[in-house]
């Protein structure tokens, strides 16, 4: 059975301004390349195949380092590009409850029956993310991907199999962590 490695990249200025960064291309700021440089420690003696990432920074620029770092192939995909959260990219998050009350409030009860004006709808970031997933598990005994919230939450429910859950904000708090996904018996994705 293939192992799953998620890591969420490093820090950029958006998550210090608490803005939300959706599918926006943000390099790593000086926190975020000392975030990734301890997480190597953590994956040095893991047999990690393959490291996988979303075309955009800051998830592509963290794959790069650690994939240079353990000497492991690193591919970037569109599939695994960040859900797209539209009108709210850039924002702080206090400026989305503000302008937008009630999808705000709609998104923090149930993220997943809410569409973000002008954002990707989460199905489709979910279809696309699984056709990676499927093709590269079965390829791949240790695979590490690298992917910013949501689309990390995504993968986590898509590969656990737990019912869809998304933070309640928009900002991941949860910056360059490991999290080991276990895929049930019998479960594919």
Same mark, same amino acid.
């Given at each position: 059975m293939s192992q799953i490695i998620l890591v969420r990249p490093g820090q950029t200025d958006f998550d210090c301004q608490h803005r939300v960064? =959706?599918?926006l291309n943000l390099p790593l700021n000086e926190s975020g390349h000392r975030e990734v440089e301890q997480l190597l420690a953590a994956l040095v003696d893991r047999d990690i195949s393959l490291i996988l990432s979303g075309p955009c920074d800051p998830s592509y =620029?963290?794959?790069e380092i650690l994939a240079q770092k353990l000497d492991v192939p690193f591919k970037s995909l569109e599939g695994l590009r960040n859900l797209g959260q539209g009108l709210w990219e850039g924002l702080e998050v206090d400026e989305v409850r503000r302008k937008f009350p009630t999808v705000y409030r709609r998104w923090e009860e149930s993220p997943a029956d809410v569409t973000i004006p002008n954002a990707e709808p989460i199905e489709n970031a979910?279809?696309?993310m699984e056709k990676v997933l499927k093709k590269y598990i079965k390829?791949?005994?240790?695979l590490l991907i690298v992917a910013g919230e949501p689309m990390a939450t995504l993968i986590a429910c898509s590969v656990e199999g737990h019912e869809l859950c998304l933070p309640a904000t928009c900002p991941s708090t949860n910056r360059c962590e490991i999290q080991v996904l276990q895929q049930p018996a019998g479960?594919?994705?």
């Open positions: 960064q =959706g599918s =620029g963290t794959a979910i279809e696309r390829k791949n005994r240790n479960k594919a994705v």
